[in-house]
């Protein structure tokens, strides 16, 4: 088992109990759908094969079909707790095809897939007591083992050899860290510039108070 699918099984139970965070998780999955979606749609018209861009573009078929069945699964329980619901999810491409070439993207997918199957898997078994929400997860399960094993074939495919197809996968995983990284330094520029300010201000306040006094014996 992956760590991150242990950290699943070990948090969601207790997380998951929290009110809206159930709703909430489901409502990420549709935004992460959506934006895989984005990516392939791209990929289906930018690949120079017919064979490859009728794959993408399946594949981006099917991460819309899920898009839409995570959020009316996060409506649904939203709707069970009286509250309105949050709708179809936004998203943004990432632009995967430009910065990594075609067989970076295949590579970068065929990781995002099979981490996927192992995490969907840990939050399928989470809801287990919620029949409804279980068979969104089957469903969607269903497919993302058919992209995990259908862009594992197409990677080899590309790279040429079974050493090149690990290489790739391996730049594609120093690609996503660094991306991980440089997204955790931009989100916390704010709060830290936030923090430096206000000690800035706490510092200097009673040198400016030192500075506005009046000074005995002065001329004026
Ligand atoms: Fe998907
Ligand atoms: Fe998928």
């Known amino acids: 088992m992956s760590v991150s699918a242990a950290l699943v099984r070990l948090t969601s139970p207790i997380v998951l109990r929290v009110p809206g965070n159930a709703a909430r998780k489901l409502h990420g999955f549709a935004r992460?759908?959506?934006?895989?979606?984005?990516?392939?749609?791209?990929?289906?018209a930018a690949s120079p094969s017919p064979a490859r861009r009728a794959l993408y573009l399946r594949h981006a078929l099917d991460e819309a079909r899920h898009a839409g069945l995570f959020a009316r699964a996060g409506d649904d329980l939203l709707a069970r707790g009286g509250r309105p619901p949050?709708?179809?999810p936004r998203a943004e491409a990432d632009g995967l095809w430009d910065?990594?070439?075609?067989?970076?993207?295949v590579a970068f997918v065929h990781r995002g897939e099979r981490r996927g199957c192992v995490r969907l898997?840990?939050?399928r078994d989470c809801f287990a007591s919620d029949p409804r929400i279980v068979a969104v997860f089957d469903a969607v399960l269903e497919d993302e083992r058919r992209h995990e094993a259908y862009t594992g074939a197409l990677l080899l495919e590309l790279a040429g050899s079974p050493k090149l197809?690990?290489?790739?996968?391996?730049?594609?995983?120093a690609w996503e860290a660094w991306r991980t990284?440089?997204?955790?330094?931009?989100a916390l520029v704010e709060p830290l510039w936030?923090?430096?300010?206000?000690?800035?201000?706490l510092t200097l306040l009673p040198l400016a108070w030192v500075l506005?006094?009046?000074v005995r014996g002065s001329w004026r």
């Open 32 to 44: 992460a759908e959506a934006g895989s979606m984005l990516d392939l749609r791209y990929a289906a």
């Open 212 to 214: 506005r006094r009046p």
């Open 86 to 88: 949050v709708g179809p």
């Open 194 to 201: 936030a923090i430096l300010s206000i000690l800035t201000f």
């Open 181 to 186: 990284f440089r997204r955790a330094g931009r």
């Open 121 to 123: 898997q840990a939050f």
């Open 99 to 105: 910065r990594l070439g075609e067989l970076g993207f």
């Open 165 to 173: 197809a690990r290489r790739a996968l391996r730049r594609a995983a």
